[in-house]
Protein backbone atom coordinates (compact mmCIF):
# COMPACT_ATOMS: atom_id res chain seq x y z
CA UNK A 1 0.00 0.00 0.00
CA UNK A 2 1.52 3.48 -0.85
CA UNK A 3 1.82 6.45 1.61
CA UNK A 4 -1.39 8.07 -0.17
CA UNK A 5 -3.42 5.35 0.77
CA UNK A 6 -3.01 5.02 4.30
CA UNK A 7 -5.47 8.23 5.14
CA UNK A 8 -8.02 7.84 2.53
CA UNK A 9 -9.19 5.20 0.27
CA UNK A 10 -8.12 7.34 -2.56
CA UNK A 11 -6.89 5.05 -5.77
CA UNK A 12 -3.60 4.53 -6.09
CA UNK A 13 -1.16 6.58 -8.13
CA UNK A 14 -1.30 4.14 -11.57
CA UNK A 15 2.28 3.38 -12.56
CA UNK A 16 2.10 0.56 -15.23
CA UNK A 17 3.36 1.51 -18.60
CA UNK A 18 0.05 0.86 -20.46
CA UNK A 19 -0.58 3.22 -23.25
CA UNK A 20 -3.43 2.76 -24.92
CA UNK A 21 -7.53 3.25 -23.11
CA UNK A 22 -10.64 3.74 -24.51
CA UNK A 23 -10.87 7.04 -22.52
CA UNK A 24 -8.52 9.63 -21.46
CA UNK A 25 -10.02 12.02 -19.40
CA UNK A 26 -7.73 14.87 -18.75
CA UNK A 27 -8.61 16.19 -14.96
CA UNK A 28 -9.99 14.71 -11.93
CA UNK A 29 -12.24 17.76 -10.73
CA UNK A 30 -16.34 17.64 -10.18
CA UNK A 31 -16.91 16.63 -13.95
CA UNK A 32 -14.09 14.33 -14.24
CA UNK A 33 -14.26 12.17 -11.71
CA UNK A 34 -17.48 11.48 -12.54
CA UNK A 35 -16.38 10.41 -15.89
CA UNK A 36 -13.77 8.26 -14.79
CA UNK A 37 -16.44 6.14 -12.94
CA UNK A 38 -19.42 6.71 -14.87
CA UNK A 39 -17.85 4.88 -17.91
CA UNK A 40 -15.47 2.33 -15.98
CA UNK A 41 -18.36 0.80 -14.69
CA UNK A 42 -19.71 -2.45 -16.22
CA UNK A 43 -16.31 -3.07 -17.18
CA UNK A 44 -16.51 -3.09 -20.84
CA UNK A 45 -14.16 0.27 -21.71
CA UNK A 46 -10.81 1.11 -19.79
CA UNK A 47 -10.86 4.64 -18.66
CA UNK A 48 -7.27 6.64 -17.60
CA UNK A 49 -7.94 9.70 -15.91
CA UNK A 50 -5.03 11.75 -15.88
CA UNK A 51 -4.82 15.08 -12.84
CA UNK A 52 -1.77 17.52 -12.74
CA UNK A 53 -2.31 17.92 -8.90
CA UNK A 54 -1.70 15.23 -6.19
CA UNK A 55 -3.33 13.27 -3.15
CA UNK A 56 -6.19 14.48 -0.96
CA UNK A 57 -5.10 14.23 2.41
CA UNK A 58 -7.24 13.98 5.72
CA UNK A 59 -6.72 17.67 7.05
CA UNK A 60 -8.31 18.49 3.57
CA UNK A 61 -11.62 17.37 4.60
CA UNK A 62 -11.89 19.86 7.88
CA UNK A 63 -14.35 22.16 6.40
CA UNK A 64 -13.17 25.42 8.10
CA UNK A 65 -9.56 24.86 6.68
CA UNK A 66 -10.84 25.63 3.58
CA UNK A 67 -9.34 29.18 3.42
CA UNK A 68 -6.00 27.65 4.46
CA UNK A 69 -6.17 25.42 1.65
CA UNK A 70 -5.62 28.64 -0.86
CA UNK A 71 -2.36 28.73 -0.06
CA UNK A 72 -1.03 25.83 -0.56
CA UNK A 73 0.67 24.11 -3.67
CA UNK A 74 -2.85 22.77 -4.74
CA UNK A 75 -4.15 25.40 -5.89
CA UNK A 76 -3.27 26.43 -9.21
CA UNK A 77 -2.71 30.18 -7.79
CA UNK A 78 -4.33 31.84 -11.29
CA UNK A 79 -4.77 35.81 -11.00
CA UNK A 80 -7.02 37.89 -12.75
CA UNK A 81 -5.78 41.03 -15.02
CA UNK A 82 -5.92 44.73 -12.65
CA UNK A 83 -9.01 45.76 -12.84
CA UNK A 84 -11.20 48.96 -12.15
CA UNK A 85 -14.47 47.66 -12.03
CA UNK A 86 -13.59 44.50 -9.66
CA UNK A 87 -11.40 44.64 -6.61
CA UNK A 88 -9.95 47.83 -7.47
CA UNK A 89 -9.16 48.66 -4.23
CA UNK A 90 -7.22 45.05 -4.00
CA UNK A 91 -3.23 44.89 -4.43
CA UNK A 92 -2.37 45.57 -7.76
CA UNK A 93 -6.38 45.91 -8.55
CA UNK A 94 -6.11 41.93 -8.64
CA UNK A 95 -7.90 39.38 -7.26
CA UNK A 96 -6.95 35.96 -6.50
CA UNK A 97 -8.50 33.07 -8.88
CA UNK A 98 -8.17 29.71 -6.35
CA UNK A 99 -8.26 26.42 -8.34
CA UNK A 100 -7.81 23.22 -6.88
CA UNK A 101 -5.23 21.28 -8.01
CA UNK A 102 -5.53 17.74 -6.64
CA UNK A 103 -7.30 15.00 -7.10
CA UNK A 104 -10.92 15.99 -6.15
CA UNK A 105 -10.50 19.59 -8.28
CA UNK A 106 -11.57 22.28 -6.95
CA UNK A 107 -14.10 20.63 -4.72
CA UNK A 108 -11.27 19.98 -2.40
CA UNK A 109 -11.08 23.92 -2.02
CA UNK A 110 -14.40 24.78 -2.45
CA UNK A 111 -16.95 26.49 0.50
CA UNK A 112 -19.04 23.32 -0.28
CA UNK A 113 -22.79 25.17 -0.72
CA UNK A 114 -25.19 23.33 -2.75
CA UNK A 115 -27.17 25.55 -4.36
CA UNK A 116 -27.93 24.40 -7.65
CA UNK A 117 -29.40 27.57 -9.70
CA UNK A 118 -33.26 28.19 -10.44
CA UNK A 119 -35.52 26.07 -13.42
CA UNK A 120 -35.49 29.01 -15.77
CA UNK A 121 -31.64 29.40 -15.65
CA UNK A 122 -31.59 25.61 -17.35
CA UNK A 123 -34.28 25.96 -19.65
CA UNK A 124 -32.72 29.55 -20.91
CA UNK A 125 -29.83 27.07 -22.32
CA UNK A 126 -32.48 24.81 -23.78
CA UNK A 127 -34.22 27.76 -25.36
CA UNK A 128 -30.89 28.83 -27.54
CA UNK A 129 -30.96 24.95 -29.04
CA UNK A 130 -29.30 23.03 -26.49
CA UNK A 131 -32.17 20.01 -26.71
CA UNK A 132 -32.42 18.22 -23.55
CA UNK A 133 -30.52 20.09 -21.24
CA UNK A 134 -33.69 22.27 -19.74
CA UNK A 135 -34.78 21.84 -15.94
CA UNK A 136 -36.58 18.82 -16.59
CA UNK A 137 -34.04 17.47 -18.67
CA UNK A 138 -30.92 18.10 -16.04
CA UNK A 139 -33.08 17.27 -13.12
CA UNK A 140 -32.56 13.38 -12.84
CA UNK A 141 -29.19 13.57 -13.21
CA UNK A 142 -28.97 16.28 -10.07
CA UNK A 143 -31.26 13.42 -8.28
CA UNK A 144 -28.13 10.95 -9.42
CA UNK A 145 -25.58 12.85 -8.06
CA UNK A 146 -27.02 12.77 -4.37
CA UNK A 147 -27.01 11.08 -1.49
CA UNK A 148 -29.22 13.25 0.54
CA UNK A 149 -28.91 12.65 4.28
CA UNK A 150 -31.18 15.74 5.79
CA UNK A 151 -33.69 14.18 7.22
CA UNK A 152 -36.79 16.06 5.82
CA UNK A 153 -35.47 16.25 2.30
CA UNK A 154 -34.79 12.55 1.92
CA UNK A 155 -37.93 11.52 0.45
CA UNK A 156 -38.56 14.83 -2.18
CA UNK A 157 -39.05 14.37 -5.44
CA UNK A 158 -36.48 17.06 -6.05
CA UNK A 159 -33.55 15.07 -4.29
CA UNK A 160 -31.47 12.02 -4.84
CA UNK A 161 -30.45 9.32 -2.20
CA UNK A 162 -27.83 6.67 -2.93
CA UNK A 163 -25.76 8.62 -5.59
CA UNK A 164 -22.31 8.94 -4.95
CA UNK A 165 -22.55 13.21 -3.15
CA UNK A 166 -23.46 12.96 0.39
CA UNK A 167 -25.20 16.34 1.16
CA UNK A 168 -26.04 17.68 4.55
CA UNK A 169 -26.13 20.65 6.93
CA UNK A 170 -22.95 21.03 8.60
CA UNK A 171 -23.40 20.01 11.90
CA UNK A 172 -22.57 23.48 13.65
CA UNK A 173 -24.90 26.13 13.44
CA UNK A 174 -23.73 29.71 14.97
CA UNK A 175 -26.24 31.83 16.63
CA UNK A 176 -25.96 34.25 13.66
CA UNK A 177 -27.66 31.41 11.37
CA UNK A 178 -30.55 30.67 13.73
CA UNK A 179 -31.12 34.73 13.70
CA UNK A 180 -30.74 35.16 10.54
CA UNK A 181 -33.14 32.75 9.64
CA UNK A 182 -35.94 34.46 12.47
CA UNK A 183 -35.68 37.47 11.15
CA UNK A 184 -36.21 36.33 7.18
CA UNK A 185 -39.54 35.06 8.97
CA UNK A 186 -40.27 38.71 10.06
CA UNK A 187 -39.35 40.00 7.17
CA UNK A 188 -41.56 37.99 4.94
CA UNK A 189 -39.64 35.15 3.75
CA UNK A 190 -40.24 31.17 3.92
CA UNK A 191 -37.62 29.11 5.76
CA UNK A 192 -37.43 26.80 2.55
CA UNK A 193 -35.17 24.03 0.67
CA UNK A 194 -34.06 26.31 -2.22
CA UNK A 195 -33.13 23.57 -4.20
CA UNK A 196 -36.86 22.19 -4.62
CA UNK A 197 -40.05 24.01 -6.06
CA UNK A 198 -39.77 27.72 -4.79
CA UNK A 199 -36.12 29.22 -4.32
CA UNK A 200 -37.05 32.33 -3.22
CA UNK A 201 -36.52 32.92 0.96
CA UNK A 202 -34.02 31.71 3.41
CA UNK A 203 -32.35 28.50 4.49
CA UNK A 204 -29.62 26.88 5.98
CA UNK A 205 -26.97 25.89 3.58
CA UNK A 206 -26.99 22.49 2.33
CA UNK A 207 -23.59 21.25 1.56
CA UNK A 208 -21.46 18.46 0.14
CA UNK A 209 -20.26 17.00 3.54
CA UNK A 210 -21.23 13.91 5.65
CA UNK A 211 -20.91 13.66 9.05
CA UNK A 212 -18.57 17.12 9.45
CA UNK A 213 -16.25 16.32 6.96
CA UNK A 214 -15.78 17.71 3.10
CA UNK A 215 -17.22 15.02 0.77
CA UNK A 216 -14.95 16.14 -2.34
CA UNK A 217 -16.00 14.70 -6.22
CA UNK A 218 -12.93 12.11 -5.01
CA UNK A 219 -14.57 10.77 -1.87
CA UNK A 220 -17.86 10.29 -3.84
CA UNK A 221 -16.44 8.70 -7.04
CA UNK A 222 -13.03 7.83 -7.31
CA UNK A 223 -12.88 5.78 -4.12
CA UNK A 224 -15.37 3.45 -4.62
CA UNK A 225 -14.03 2.37 -7.38
CA UNK A 226 -10.51 2.12 -6.28
CA UNK A 227 -10.29 -1.88 -7.27
CA UNK A 228 -12.17 -1.54 -10.96
CA UNK A 229 -10.02 -3.10 -13.26
CA UNK A 230 -10.48 -1.09 -16.29
CA UNK A 231 -9.91 2.32 -14.04
CA UNK A 232 -6.73 4.25 -14.11
CA UNK A 233 -5.38 7.25 -11.85
CA UNK A 234 -2.39 8.94 -13.11
CA UNK A 235 -1.24 11.84 -10.49
CA UNK A 236 1.07 14.62 -11.14
CA UNK A 237 0.10 14.83 -14.81
CA UNK A 238 0.33 17.35 -16.82
CA UNK A 239 -1.63 17.25 -19.78
CA UNK A 240 0.35 19.52 -22.45
CA UNK A 241 -1.38 18.57 -25.80
CA UNK A 242 -4.17 16.96 -27.66
CA UNK A 243 -3.05 15.07 -30.47
CA UNK A 244 -5.06 15.96 -33.15
CA UNK A 245 -4.47 14.50 -36.90
CA UNK A 246 -4.76 17.67 -38.93
CA UNK A 247 -5.74 15.50 -41.86
CA UNK A 248 -8.80 13.79 -40.82
CA UNK A 249 -9.21 16.13 -37.69
CA UNK A 250 -9.74 13.65 -34.82
CA UNK A 251 -8.13 13.31 -31.68
CA UNK A 252 -5.66 10.42 -30.98
CA UNK A 253 -4.10 11.17 -27.33
CA UNK A 254 -2.84 13.39 -25.03
CA UNK A 255 0.66 14.17 -23.98
CA UNK A 256 1.76 14.73 -20.29
CA UNK A 257 4.49 15.71 -17.93
CA UNK A 258 5.03 13.55 -15.02
CA UNK A 259 7.61 14.02 -12.37
CA UNK A 260 9.44 15.59 -15.04
CA UNK A 261 9.36 13.00 -18.29
CA UNK A 262 7.54 13.60 -21.41
CA UNK A 263 4.77 10.68 -22.11
CA UNK A 264 2.04 9.96 -24.88
CA UNK A 265 -1.29 8.40 -23.85
CA UNK A 266 -3.48 7.33 -26.73
CA UNK A 267 -7.33 6.68 -26.92
CA UNK A 268 -8.95 4.42 -29.07
CA UNK A 269 -12.57 6.22 -28.13
CA UNK A 270 -11.89 9.52 -27.10
CA UNK A 271 -9.99 12.27 -25.06
CA UNK A 272 -12.52 14.65 -22.92
CA UNK A 273 -11.21 17.58 -21.82
CA UNK A 274 -12.43 18.26 -17.98
CA UNK A 275 -9.53 20.71 -16.69
CA UNK A 276 -11.82 23.28 -16.02
CA UNK A 277 -12.46 26.47 -16.92
CA UNK A 278 -9.27 28.18 -16.71
CA UNK A 279 -7.22 24.90 -18.36
CA UNK A 280 -9.80 23.81 -20.90
CA UNK A 281 -10.10 26.73 -22.74
CA UNK A 282 -5.79 26.89 -22.34
CA UNK A 283 -5.86 23.29 -23.75
CA UNK A 284 -7.68 23.61 -26.47
CA UNK A 285 -5.63 26.52 -27.84
CA UNK A 286 -2.37 25.55 -26.90
CA UNK A 287 -3.41 21.83 -29.08
CA UNK A 288 -4.74 24.67 -32.16
CA UNK A 289 -8.39 24.48 -31.11
CA UNK A 290 -9.28 28.37 -30.88
CA UNK A 291 -9.26 31.32 -32.43
CA UNK A 292 -6.95 31.62 -35.47
CA UNK A 293 -5.85 35.34 -35.71
CA UNK A 294 -4.09 34.69 -31.31
CA UNK A 295 -3.33 30.76 -32.22
CA UNK A 296 -1.17 32.11 -35.19
CA UNK A 297 0.02 35.09 -32.92
CA UNK A 298 1.13 32.97 -30.81
CA UNK A 299 3.06 31.00 -33.35
CA UNK A 300 0.55 27.60 -32.40
CA UNK A 301 -0.49 25.62 -35.04
CA UNK A 302 -4.23 25.70 -35.75
CA UNK A 303 -6.26 22.63 -36.43
CA UNK A 304 -9.59 24.05 -36.40
CA UNK A 305 -10.60 27.73 -35.63
CA UNK A 306 -12.97 28.23 -33.27
CA UNK A 307 -13.39 31.89 -32.00
CA UNK A 308 -15.08 31.07 -29.09
CA UNK A 309 -12.56 29.56 -27.29
CA UNK A 310 -11.42 31.60 -24.13
CA UNK A 311 -14.66 33.35 -24.66
CA UNK A 312 -17.80 34.06 -22.37
CA UNK A 313 -15.91 33.91 -19.68
CA UNK A 314 -18.93 34.09 -16.50
CA UNK A 315 -18.81 34.81 -13.74
CA UNK A 316 -20.23 36.05 -9.88
CA UNK A 317 -18.95 38.94 -8.21
CA UNK A 318 -19.57 39.43 -4.40
CA UNK A 319 -18.98 42.90 -2.73
CA UNK A 320 -16.81 41.99 0.51
CA UNK A 321 -17.59 45.10 2.53
CA UNK A 322 -20.82 44.89 4.06
CA UNK A 323 -20.63 44.02 7.58
CA UNK A 324 -23.33 45.06 10.96
CA UNK A 325 -21.80 45.12 14.26
CA UNK A 326 -23.80 43.72 17.07
CA UNK A 327 -24.15 44.02 20.89
CA UNK A 328 -23.24 40.20 21.79
CA UNK A 329 -21.47 37.78 20.18
CA UNK A 330 -22.93 35.90 17.54
CA UNK A 331 -20.76 34.22 15.82
CA UNK A 332 -16.70 33.60 16.32
CA UNK A 333 -13.51 35.15 14.52
CA UNK A 334 -10.77 32.89 12.90
CA UNK A 335 -8.02 33.54 15.57
CA UNK A 336 -11.06 32.76 18.65
CA UNK A 337 -12.14 29.50 16.63
CA UNK A 338 -8.06 28.70 15.72
CA UNK A 339 -6.92 29.44 19.27
CA UNK A 340 -9.15 27.55 20.91
CA UNK A 341 -8.47 23.71 22.41
CA UNK A 342 -11.78 23.41 23.07
CA UNK A 343 -12.64 23.20 19.48
CA UNK A 344 -9.86 20.38 17.93
CA UNK A 345 -11.29 18.54 20.96
CA UNK A 346 -14.43 18.69 19.47
CA UNK A 347 -13.50 18.07 15.96
CA UNK A 348 -11.20 15.50 16.76
CA UNK A 349 -13.27 12.97 18.74
CA UNK A 350 -17.02 14.15 17.34
CA UNK A 351 -16.74 16.04 14.05
CA UNK A 352 -18.86 19.12 16.08
CA UNK A 353 -17.85 22.38 16.79
CA UNK A 354 -16.89 25.42 14.53
CA UNK A 355 -14.15 23.29 12.95
CA UNK A 356 -17.11 21.40 11.43
CA UNK A 357 -18.58 24.74 9.04
CA UNK A 358 -16.97 26.51 6.88
CA UNK A 359 -18.11 29.80 8.47
CA UNK A 360 -21.41 30.06 5.90
CA UNK A 361 -24.56 28.30 7.05
CA UNK A 362 -27.52 30.38 6.40
CA UNK A 363 -28.18 31.23 2.68
CA UNK A 364 -31.37 33.59 1.13
CA UNK A 365 -32.55 34.20 -2.05
CA UNK A 366 -34.17 37.91 -2.96
CA UNK A 367 -36.25 38.67 -6.06
CA UNK A 368 -36.15 42.61 -5.54
CA UNK A 369 -39.78 43.15 -5.72
CA UNK A 370 -40.16 47.12 -6.07
CA UNK A 371 -37.11 47.35 -8.37
CA UNK A 372 -36.71 47.29 -12.11
CA UNK A 373 -35.02 43.78 -12.02
CA UNK A 374 -38.18 42.06 -10.46
CA UNK A 375 -39.20 38.68 -11.81
CA UNK A 376 -42.08 36.77 -9.73
CA UNK A 377 -40.61 33.92 -8.31
CA UNK A 378 -37.10 34.02 -9.99
CA UNK A 379 -34.42 35.73 -7.48
CA UNK A 380 -31.80 37.81 -8.79
CA UNK A 381 -29.42 37.71 -5.78
CA UNK A 382 -28.03 36.39 -3.06
CA UNK A 383 -26.88 36.61 0.49
CA UNK A 384 -24.51 34.44 2.31
CA UNK A 385 -23.96 35.16 5.92
CA UNK A 386 -20.73 34.78 7.27
CA UNK A 387 -20.92 33.54 10.82
CA UNK A 388 -18.02 35.93 12.03
CA UNK A 389 -16.29 38.61 10.14
CA UNK A 390 -13.84 36.07 8.52
CA UNK A 391 -11.83 39.32 7.36
CA UNK A 392 -11.33 41.30 10.41
CA UNK A 393 -8.36 39.12 10.62
CA UNK A 394 -4.85 40.25 8.67
CA UNK A 395 -4.48 36.41 7.18
CA UNK A 396 -8.18 36.30 5.93
CA UNK A 397 -7.86 39.73 4.15
CA UNK A 398 -4.78 39.05 2.73
CA UNK A 399 -6.49 35.71 1.64
CA UNK A 400 -8.39 38.17 -0.44
CA UNK A 401 -5.39 40.14 -1.57
CA UNK A 402 -6.65 43.57 0.88
CA UNK A 403 -3.68 46.06 1.46
CA UNK A 404 -2.15 46.37 4.76
CA UNK A 405 -3.42 50.19 4.67
CA UNK A 406 -6.86 49.24 3.79
CA UNK A 407 -7.18 46.53 6.42
CA UNK A 408 -5.53 49.31 9.00
CA UNK A 409 -8.35 51.97 8.25
CA UNK A 410 -11.56 50.29 7.15
CA UNK A 411 -11.65 46.56 9.49
CA UNK A 412 -9.34 46.85 12.31
CA UNK A 413 -11.59 48.77 14.27
CA UNK A 414 -13.54 46.34 14.43
CA UNK A 415 -11.18 44.03 15.61
CA UNK A 416 -12.24 44.15 19.09
CA UNK A 417 -15.96 44.29 18.22
CA UNK A 418 -18.64 42.12 17.31
CA UNK A 419 -19.22 41.87 14.07
CA UNK A 420 -20.54 39.67 10.99
CA UNK A 421 -20.58 40.06 7.43
CA UNK A 422 -22.79 39.46 4.43
CA UNK A 423 -21.64 38.38 1.00
CA UNK A 424 -23.88 40.08 -1.62
CA UNK A 425 -23.94 38.85 -5.31
CA UNK A 426 -25.83 39.12 -8.63
CA UNK A 427 -27.27 35.50 -9.30
CA UNK A 428 -27.50 36.11 -13.13
CA UNK A 429 -24.52 39.40 -13.97
CA UNK A 430 -25.03 40.70 -17.21
CA UNK A 431 -20.88 41.50 -17.50
CA UNK A 432 -18.72 38.77 -19.35
CA UNK A 433 -15.15 38.30 -19.87
CA UNK A 434 -12.64 36.66 -21.46
CA UNK A 435 -9.48 34.31 -21.09
CA UNK A 436 -6.99 34.71 -24.16
CA UNK A 437 -3.15 32.52 -23.71
CA UNK A 438 0.02 34.52 -22.63
CA UNK A 439 2.06 32.79 -24.79
CA UNK A 440 2.39 28.81 -26.24
CA UNK A 441 3.84 27.53 -22.89
CA UNK A 442 1.80 25.46 -20.78
CA UNK A 443 3.19 26.49 -17.52
CA UNK A 444 2.70 29.88 -18.26
CA UNK A 445 -1.25 30.99 -16.42
CA UNK A 446 -3.56 32.28 -19.24
CA UNK A 447 -4.46 36.00 -19.14
CA UNK A 448 -8.14 36.39 -17.31
CA UNK A 449 -9.88 39.41 -17.53
CA UNK A 450 -13.21 38.45 -15.59
CA UNK A 451 -14.56 41.67 -16.59
CA UNK A 452 -16.91 41.54 -13.65
CA UNK A 453 -18.78 44.29 -12.78
CA UNK A 454 -18.45 45.96 -15.91
CA UNK A 455 -21.91 46.46 -16.90
CA UNK A 456 -23.89 48.90 -14.68
CA UNK A 457 -26.97 46.70 -14.25
CA UNK A 458 -24.72 43.85 -12.47
CA UNK A 459 -23.48 46.97 -10.05
CA UNK A 460 -27.28 48.63 -9.75
CA UNK A 461 -28.25 44.55 -8.69
CA UNK A 462 -25.93 44.53 -5.69
CA UNK A 463 -27.09 48.21 -4.62
CA UNK A 464 -30.42 46.78 -4.46
CA UNK A 465 -29.20 43.53 -2.53
CA UNK A 466 -27.12 45.78 0.00
CA UNK A 467 -30.66 48.15 0.77
CA UNK A 468 -32.76 44.70 1.09
CA UNK A 469 -29.73 43.62 3.67
CA UNK A 470 -29.80 46.74 5.24
CA UNK A 471 -33.55 46.72 5.78
CA UNK A 472 -32.97 43.20 7.98
CA UNK A 473 -31.25 45.33 10.66
CA UNK A 474 -35.32 46.92 11.33
CA UNK A 475 -36.36 43.39 12.28
CA UNK A 476 -37.11 42.21 15.77
CA UNK A 477 -34.50 39.80 16.36
CA UNK A 478 -31.98 42.04 14.93
CA UNK A 479 -33.03 45.12 17.25
CA UNK A 480 -33.03 42.97 20.11
CA UNK A 481 -29.16 42.32 19.79
CA UNK A 482 -28.36 45.96 18.18
CA UNK A 483 -27.98 44.98 14.97
CA UNK A 484 -25.93 48.14 13.06
CA UNK A 485 -24.76 48.64 9.80
CA UNK A 486 -20.70 49.33 9.89
CA UNK A 487 -21.03 52.80 8.45
CA UNK A 488 -17.28 54.07 8.19
CA UNK A 489 -16.77 54.99 5.02
CA UNK A 490 -14.91 53.30 2.81
CA UNK A 491 -11.51 54.86 2.46
CA UNK A 492 -11.58 56.43 -1.45
CA UNK A 493 -14.99 56.86 -1.50
CA UNK A 494 -15.74 59.51 1.30
CA UNK A 495 -16.27 61.80 -1.22
CA UNK A 496 -19.80 60.32 -1.66
CA UNK A 497 -22.37 61.26 1.15
CA UNK A 498 -22.52 57.25 2.90
CA UNK A 499 -24.73 54.84 1.70
CA UNK A 500 -26.04 57.06 -1.73
CA UNK A 501 -26.01 55.12 -5.18
CA UNK A 502 -22.75 56.87 -5.92
CA UNK A 503 -21.05 56.17 -2.72
CA UNK A 504 -22.02 52.10 -2.86
CA UNK A 505 -21.06 52.13 -6.58
CA UNK A 506 -17.50 53.76 -5.68
CA UNK A 507 -17.39 50.72 -3.10
CA UNK A 508 -18.36 48.07 -5.18
CA UNK A 509 -16.02 48.24 -7.79
CA UNK A 510 -13.49 49.03 -4.88
CA UNK A 511 -13.75 46.10 -2.15
CA UNK A 512 -15.09 43.23 -4.43
CA UNK A 513 -13.90 40.19 -5.43
CA UNK A 514 -14.36 37.47 -7.96
CA UNK A 515 -16.66 34.79 -6.85
CA UNK A 516 -14.69 32.08 -7.92
CA UNK A 517 -17.33 30.82 -10.19
CA UNK A 518 -15.64 31.23 -13.47
CA UNK A 519 -17.28 29.08 -16.07
CA UNK A 520 -18.69 29.47 -19.77
CA UNK A 521 -15.05 29.59 -21.57
CA UNK A 522 -15.98 26.34 -24.22
CA UNK A 523 -19.94 27.10 -24.35
CA UNK A 524 -22.23 24.76 -25.31
CA UNK A 525 -24.60 25.74 -28.23
CA UNK A 526 -25.90 25.01 -31.77
CA UNK A 527 -22.52 25.49 -34.38
CA UNK A 528 -24.86 28.61 -35.57
CA UNK A 529 -23.83 30.66 -32.70
CA UNK A 530 -20.44 31.80 -33.81
CA UNK A 531 -19.21 31.76 -29.92
CA UNK A 532 -20.15 27.76 -29.68
CA UNK A 533 -17.40 25.28 -28.92
CA UNK A 534 -19.22 22.55 -28.35
CA UNK A 535 -22.51 20.85 -29.21
CA UNK A 536 -25.59 19.74 -26.93
CA UNK A 537 -24.14 16.12 -27.30
CA UNK A 538 -20.85 18.15 -25.99
CA UNK A 539 -18.44 17.14 -28.79
CA UNK A 540 -16.03 20.11 -29.88
CA UNK A 541 -17.26 21.48 -33.20
CA UNK A 542 -14.82 20.67 -36.24
CA UNK A 543 -12.74 17.39 -34.49
CA UNK A 544 -13.83 13.92 -34.34
CA UNK A 545 -13.40 12.28 -30.80
CA UNK A 546 -12.32 15.04 -28.62
CA UNK A 547 -15.34 16.84 -25.66
CA UNK A 548 -15.17 18.93 -23.11
CA UNK A 549 -16.99 18.11 -20.04
CA UNK A 550 -16.75 20.47 -17.04
CA UNK A 551 -18.22 23.69 -15.62
CA UNK A 552 -16.53 25.44 -19.09
CA UNK A 553 -19.87 24.31 -21.12
CA UNK A 554 -22.41 26.51 -19.45
CA UNK A 555 -23.82 29.08 -22.19
CA UNK A 556 -25.15 31.26 -19.50
CA UNK A 557 -24.32 31.40 -15.57
CA UNK A 558 -26.70 29.50 -13.36
CA UNK A 559 -28.73 31.59 -10.22
CA UNK A 560 -26.49 28.94 -8.01
CA UNK A 561 -22.98 27.66 -6.69
CA UNK A 562 -20.80 25.45 -9.53
CA UNK A 563 -19.60 22.50 -8.03
CA UNK A 564 -23.28 20.59 -8.25
CA UNK A 565 -23.74 21.73 -11.99
CA UNK A 566 -20.17 20.37 -12.42
CA UNK A 567 -21.96 16.99 -11.07
CA UNK A 568 -24.46 17.28 -13.11
CA UNK A 569 -22.80 17.75 -16.03
CA UNK A 570 -20.43 14.64 -15.81
CA UNK A 571 -23.36 12.63 -15.10
CA UNK A 572 -25.47 13.83 -18.21
CA UNK A 573 -22.09 13.97 -20.02
CA UNK A 574 -21.15 10.78 -19.21
CA UNK A 575 -24.93 9.17 -20.69
CA UNK A 576 -24.32 11.27 -23.70
CA UNK A 577 -20.48 9.48 -24.61
CA UNK A 578 -22.20 5.72 -23.35
CA UNK A 579 -24.96 6.54 -26.06
CA UNK A 580 -22.59 6.63 -28.66
CA UNK A 581 -20.28 3.58 -27.82
CA UNK A 582 -23.33 1.00 -27.24
CA UNK A 583 -21.64 -1.87 -27.28
C1 LIG B 1 -12.56 29.15 -3.09
C2 LIG B 1 -13.70 28.54 -3.87
C3 LIG B 1 -14.93 28.36 -3.25
C4 LIG B 1 -15.98 27.77 -3.96
N1 LIG B 1 -17.13 27.51 -3.30
C5 LIG B 1 -18.10 26.81 -3.91
C6 LIG B 1 -19.26 26.41 -3.18
O1 LIG B 1 -19.40 26.69 -1.99
N2 LIG B 1 -20.18 25.68 -3.84
C7 LIG B 1 -20.04 25.33 -5.14
O2 LIG B 1 -20.94 24.67 -5.68
N3 LIG B 1 -18.98 25.72 -5.85
C8 LIG B 1 -17.99 26.41 -5.27
N4 LIG B 1 -16.85 26.74 -5.96
C9 LIG B 1 -16.77 26.40 -7.39
C10 LIG B 1 -16.66 24.90 -7.74
O3 LIG B 1 -15.89 24.18 -6.82
C11 LIG B 1 -16.10 24.75 -9.15
O4 LIG B 1 -16.86 25.58 -10.01
C12 LIG B 1 -16.18 23.32 -9.67
O5 LIG B 1 -15.37 22.46 -8.88
C13 LIG B 1 -15.70 23.26 -11.12
O6 LIG B 1 -15.73 21.92 -11.56
P1 LIG B 1 -14.92 21.47 -12.85
O7 LIG B 1 -15.09 20.00 -12.98
O8 LIG B 1 -15.34 22.31 -14.00
O9 LIG B 1 -13.39 21.86 -12.57
P2 LIG B 1 -12.43 21.52 -11.35
O10 LIG B 1 -13.19 20.96 -10.20
O11 LIG B 1 -11.62 22.74 -11.11
O12 LIG B 1 -11.49 20.37 -11.90
C14 LIG B 1 -10.51 20.54 -12.90
C15 LIG B 1 -9.37 19.54 -12.66
O13 LIG B 1 -8.54 19.49 -13.81
C16 LIG B 1 -7.18 19.46 -13.39
N5 LIG B 1 -6.36 19.98 -14.49
C17 LIG B 1 -6.36 21.25 -14.99
N6 LIG B 1 -5.48 21.35 -16.00
C18 LIG B 1 -4.93 20.13 -16.16
C19 LIG B 1 -3.96 19.63 -17.06
N7 LIG B 1 -3.41 20.39 -18.02
N8 LIG B 1 -3.58 18.31 -16.95
C20 LIG B 1 -4.14 17.53 -16.00
N9 LIG B 1 -5.07 17.97 -15.12
C21 LIG B 1 -5.46 19.25 -15.20
C22 LIG B 1 -7.18 20.35 -12.15
O14 LIG B 1 -6.03 20.14 -11.39
C23 LIG B 1 -8.47 19.93 -11.49
O15 LIG B 1 -8.28 18.82 -10.66
C24 LIG B 1 -15.80 27.38 -5.32
C25 LIG B 1 -14.59 27.59 -5.94
C26 LIG B 1 -13.53 28.16 -5.23
C27 LIG B 1 -12.22 28.36 -5.92
Known sequence: ???????????????????????????????????????????????????????????????????????????????TVPSDTVGAGLAGKINYCPKGKIVGGTTVLNAMCVIRGHRKDFD???????????????????????????????????HGRGGPIKIDYFPYQSELSKLVIQAGKEMGYEELDYNGEKMTGFGRVQTTSFNGTRWSASRGYLHPIRHRKNFFLRKRSLVYKILINDGTKTAFGVKYRRDGKSFTVFARREVIVSAGPIAAPQLLMLSGVGPKEHLQKLKIPVIHDLPGVGRNLLNHGAYLGLI?????????????????AANYVDYFTAHRGPLSSVGIETVSFHELKGTEFYSPGYPRFESQYVSSTLIVNRETAGGFRIPPRLYDTYFKPLENKNSFQVYVFDLRPKSVGKLTLADNNIDTPPIIDTNVFGEEEDVKVTIAGIREMIKMMDTPSFKKVGGKLYDTPLPGCETYAFGSDDYWKCAIHKLSVIFYHESGTCKMAPISDKMSVVSPELKVHGIRNLRVIDTSIMPFMVSGHLSVTGYMIGEKGSDLVKKDHVL
Not at 49 to 70: D, I, K, N
Not at 324 to 331: E, H, I, Q, Y
Request: hydrophobic share 35%; charged share 25%; aromatic share 14%.
Open 1 to 79: MREEQIYTREPCDDDSAADAFDFVVVGAGAAGCVLANRLSEGGNWTVLLLEAGGSETYSMSVPYFMGRLQQTEFNWNYR
Open 124 to 158: RWEAIGNTGWGYEGVLPYFRKMEDMQIPHLKNSKY
Open 324 to 340: FTTDKPLSRTPPQVYGD
